[in-house]
């Protein structure tokens, strides 16, 4: 362990921070990297789009041939019954081929996984065999076009034939016809297809199927069409299309039937009795999908913060006082650009390390609870906005750090933002997502209330809104700002770890109360009895307090980053690596907190005095780690096969080496030209020393 002065520079202990970050499944993410440098697996910049279908198709093969997809598949077919180092793996292939990535989470982590989580024994041994081997590709079809992620109100049907103990599936309107689904344009033989289960003239809500759509020869089926949506804003090597169906019909069995079951003689039986719990319940076991785009977004959010950090130390623009062109990394804009981004892509990875050890638990069975489930699902919509959010805005930020080399595709910056655009509405769309997160606020508020009647509740509401700040332990900060007078004392109260989350904790807090009693007035004063008109009134003031719901779901998913940064301190031991990673982390709450910087003022939270002060000390903290930030992004460990950009090979370094020799060399020899504003310099002072003279 290194020990360090108040005087001395510290350095982080790149090895020891890298395993942090690479996690508890450290060795699926190596092996992952491995796999990911095999030029074979790599996109090529401009490829046409038939080709690059046909090499993301091929690309599959090569991970079956590498073992790289059945680790999350039952052992006994072939399998490792891996959950968190499947989806840990999954993560890094992002570094390869975005394309070829998503087209194998199509095939494994939802078409396979379908069959899986909501099929039997029975399926499971029909079919997963062939769709681990890609011996069988398939498509997950779920979004209807008049439907996104709305799926309980999806307008395809199952309709139950008891005479022929069949199904028969079809799509009753254009609204209806499946969407945005890869492998449905050319490559897929099968679907999984989601569709309203009507058996006995009773609709009992969404359930799965498994239905073929092509021969192996690739000609479509009797009663299934299917158009290509052809090119996209980005993952043209997917062939993502529509499928409709008319009166196809296929047996009784192909109903994934785990939670859900027809007899012989149409008879419907569930184990869960609640439709609602029912629906759910089904949807929740497709969870990883989210859970693989949270890291998945982190780990090109690495990529390119660690090219546009080892661009931005090299690269010299605009002659600084010493005569030289100053590195852009000295700059404080550029640091500010670059380095709270590196802070938030550390909050992330932490985050996503939690986020999948809470999958594990699920699906592993060592924790497979409703409570956990619930957390799960809770935690993959809170975190994968957020970071897929923020890739987006990291890699056009760092492209243009980069300037013109940023724009050229060898680069990787523009190809990579196109290909995680859809990120963020795939999987969910980020802002739906948000709002299941801030329903489950709301009934955890509600929560500590139950038992109590409404004037208590809108009591307790109106009591946290009005003396919030001394139940968090904040009245005395609040109170004795004005008294600090100094920035250097005022910035002292929220260095603190505890004062950091006492700051997100209330903002989160606060505006949960907010929206509760805002919804708890909703109604009033309307008689019970008529249930429409209070519905109404209560939907009305939903949508009225939906844009603050979500901020407080944004907010809640924040503070959850913190503290999982906060965790990933304490096993730190490295006493450089613990200090520089703190400076990261407060440089990442204090960014929360500059950022809504309003909020707090308008709330009374901080005076404006103590904003000032986060703000100065916020600059303070990126002039430190300014000079941390190489080995950093050292820590991510993505070598040069996984950045595959030019402006990170040192090139740079050597081009301005090359040029400053160069300049040395001509000075020495006497040939280099004196500038003309140095000649009229010479001869003003010539003028001025004549005179003197005079």
């Known amino acids: 362990m290194s020990t360090t002065s108040p ?91 975005p394309s070829m990535q998503i087209k194998g989470g199509v095939q494994w982590g939802l078409f396979g996984a379908a069959i899986l989580h909501l099929g039997t024994r029975a399926h499971h041994e029909a079919w997963l065999p062939d769709v681990i081997s890609l011996k069988l590709p398939g498509a997950f079809a779920m979004t209807e076009i008049g439907h996104g992620s709305d799926v309980a109100s999806i307008g395809t049907t199952a309709t139950y034939d008891e005479a022929t103990e069949e199904f028969e599936i079809h799509t009753p309107f254009a609204g209806a016809w499946k969407e945005f689904l890869g492998n449905a344009a050319l490559h897929g033989q099968a679907a999984v297809v989601f569709a309203q ?52 019909r296929i047996p009784r069995t192909n109903l994934l039937n785990r939670y859900g079951d027809v007899a012989a003689d149409g008879s419907y039986s569930s184990s869960i009795d609640s439709p609602g719990r029912r629906f759910f319940t089904m949807i929740g076991t497709l969870v990883q999908g989210r859970v ?92 994968k906005p957020l970071s897929t959010w923020a890739a987006l805005d990291t890699l056009q930020e760092t492209r243009e750090a980069c300037g013109g080399a940023g724009f050229i595709a ?169 200090r520089v990673l703190t400076w990261l982390r407060d440089l990442f709450g204090l960014g929360l907190i500059e950022e809504h910087a309003a909020w707090y003022l308008i709330a009374g939270r901080m005076s404006a005095h103590r904003a000032e002060a986060v703000t100065a000390y916020i600059d303070r903290l990126i002039g430190r780690l300014r000079d941390q930030s190489l080995d950093l992004v050292a820590a991510f460990g993505l070598t040069p096969e996984l950045l595959r950009a030019e402006i990170a090979t040192g090139i740079e370094a050597e081009r301005q080496a090359e040029a400053q020799a160069y300049v040395e060399g001509e000075r020495a020899a006497g040939r280099w030209p004196i500038h003309e504003k140095e000649l009229r310099s010479k001869a003003k002072a010539a003028r001025k020393a004549e005179t003197a003279v005079g």
């Open 197 to 248: 289960l009507i058996t006995k003239g009773v609709n009992h809500g969404v359930h799965a199927f498994f239905v073929p759509i092509r021969t192996p020869a690739g000609d479509m089926l009797p009663g299934i069409g299917s158009e290509d949506d052809g090119v996209k804003g980005g993952l043209n090597g997917i062939d993502n299309g529509r499928l409709h169906f008319t009166h196809v």
């Open 292 to 383: 693989s785009l949270d890291g998945s977004a982190v780990r090109a959010m690495q990529a390119a913060l660690t090219i546009a950090i080892t661009y931005g130390s090299q690269r010299r623009q605009f002659p600084g006082a010493s005569g030289r062109e100053t590195v852009l990394l000295d700059y404080g804009q550029h640091q500010r650009r670059l380095i709270p981004r590196l802070a938030q892509s550390y909050a992330m990875a932490f985050a996503d390390e939690k986020l999948l050890t809470v999958f594990d638990e699920v699906f592993s069975g060592a924790r497979d609870t409703a409570e956990n489930r619930e957390d799960l699902e809770t935690l993959a919509a809170a975190f």
């Open 410 to 578: 060898k680069n990787r910056f523009t190809s990579l933002r196109a290909d995680l655009d859809i990120y963020v509405t795939f999987e969910g769309d980020n802002n739906v997502l948000l709002q299941l997160v801030g329903k489950r606020l709301l009934k955890d508020y509600a929560a500590q209330f139950a038992g109590g009647d409404k004037a208590a509740l809108a009591k307790a509401a109106a009591t946290q809104l009005g003396d919030k700040v001394s139940r968090f332990g904040l009245r005395q900060m609040g109170q004795s700002i004005a008294d600090l007078g100094q920035v250097s004392r005022s910035v002292e109260s929220v260095r603190a770890p505890e004062a950091q989350r006492a700051l997100l904790a209330d903002r989160v807090e606060t505006m949960v109360a907010e929206v509760a009693l805002a919804l708890r007035e909703a109604g009033k004063g309307i008689p019970r009895e008529q249930k429409q008109a209070r519905a109404i009134a209560q939907e009305a003031a939903f949508n009225a307090q939906q844009h603050k719901l979500i901020a407080a779901a944004r907010a809640h998913a924040e503070l959850l980053q913190w503290e999982a940064f906060t965790e990933a301190l304490e096993g730190i031991t490295d006493a450089d690596s613990k």
């Open 7 to 97: 005087q001395s520079t510290p350095r982080i202990n790149v090895t020891q921070v890298g395993d942090a970050l690479l996690g508890r499944w450290k060795a699926e993410r190596l092996e992952s990297r491995a796999l990911a440098s095999d030029p074979r697996l790599h996109t090529i910049p401009g490829q046409p789009m038939a080709e690059h279908r046909e090499r993301a198709l091929s690309q599959l093969g090569i991970l079956v041939e590498n073992g790289a997809i059945q680790r999350a598949f039952p052992s006994d077919l072939g399998g490792a019954d891996n959950h968190g180092g499947n989806i840990a793996a999954f993560q890094e292939l992002v570094l390869a081929d």
